[in-house]
């Protein structure tokens, strides 16, 4: 009877401890990352390294909030980075006809509008993923595998896959600040903050939990599963022409490979950050946002610890091991 009692207690510590490290073990990584590289090099704890940082965190951190809609369904989109691409060449592209007339991109009302064209590019194509999902039950891996070679091509087509220089035309995020902090970090507080609020609290963001954990139940309630879907992909598009103007306005330019790839940064951010792939779980603040300040956090500090460029493309696929796998033992909740 005592062997029995004691097996069950040491049974309970197990699965208590691989709760806890299921729960918050993108936190204790976080913490001693921080720590890690706060004693190898002086600089990284730096007001400047921090705000660089967040900076280029920042065009990345909308995506993740738009993927984190999209994966709460139990859907995916790998076609983040092509929506970046073809959303910041056909800005840039209207940047050099306008500049081409002779208006350098300077005012206010000019940015607004540059920023609106690549939203309203990506939420086009977020609706066209939407809509093929939604309408006819296509599965999401196979119609945003499809987009993501149709927005690549149609960005390298429309701009002879030619590199396109937006600095020299006015149109630059990175010296746009505001008591020290890049205008950058702010766009991405706001959008945090509208989009945190309508998945924790709209009727919206409670509807896409519920049949993000299941369609059939869901719809089976008088929850309007296809409507609910299209949205989360227009919101996911919409949020990723946003973050590919940004990416742009920080970087200066849109290169044929711009944000080649990004998907696999944006959706292992939000697994990490507890936005589950099997869907209805996640939240976006704290939870994505800690994922993609995570992924670079490490990439920060290996740079300033000179390491070799390689070691990136290592450490991004342990993370994504990492997350799939942390995210299958919090499936539905059990450590399995």
């Not at 996640?282 to 946002?289: E, K, V």
Request: with cysteine.
């Amino acid at each position: 009877m005592a062997k029995n009692t004691e097996r069950h207690s040491s049974t309970a510590v197990r699965k208590s401890s691989l709760e806890f490290i299921v729960k918050y073990g993108v936190y204790s990584i976080f913490l001693v990352m921080f720590v890690v590289f706060s004693f190898s090099n002086k600089n990284f704890l730096t007001i400047r390294n921090i705000m660089l940082l967040l900076e280029q965190s920042a065009p990345i951190m909308i995506g993740v909030i738009g993927m984190a809609f999209v994966m709460m369904d139990g859907g995916i989109d790998i076609s983040a980075g092509s929506n970046m691409y073809l959303s910041a060449a056909t800005a840039a592209l209207l940047m050099k006809k306008m500049t081409e007339s002779g208006n350098m991109i300077d005012t206010l009302g000019e940015y607004l509008l540059v920023v609106a064209v690549a939203t309203l590019v990506g939420l086009l194509i977020g609706l066209f993923n939407g809509a093929m999902i939604s309408r006819f039950h296509i599965v999401p891996f196979i119609v945003t595998l499809i987009t993501t070679s149709l927005a690549r091509g149609i960005g390298m087509y429309i701009t002879d896959v030619k590199l396109i220089i937006i600095n020299t035309m006015g149109f630059k995020f990175n010296d746009k600040s505001f008591l020290g902090v890049s205008l950058l970090v702010y766009i991405a507080l706001i959008m945090i903050v509208i989009f945190h609020l309508v998945m924790r609290y709209s009727a919206y963001g409670c509807q896409l939990k519920a049949q993000g954990n299941n369609h059939d139940a869901a719809a089976k309630l008088g929850i309007n599963t296809r409507r609910n879907t299209l949205i989360a992909y227009i919101i996911c598009g919409a949020l990723c022409g946003l973050a590919g103007i940004m990416s742009a306005g920080e970087g200066g330019s849109v290169p044929s490979s711009f944000a080649d790839g990004n998907e696999f940064i944006i959706i292992p951010a939000a697994v990490l950050g507890g936005i589950s792939l099997f869907g209805g779980k996640g939240t976006i603040f704290p939870g994505a946002i800690i994922g993609i300040l995570l992924i670079n956090t490490i990439v920060n500090g290996l740079t300033m610890m000179a390491a070799n460029p390689y070691v990136y493309t290592i450490v991004r696929g342990v993370i994504i091991f990492i997350a799939v796998m942390v995210d299958s033992m919090n499936y539905k909740g059990e450590i399995r």
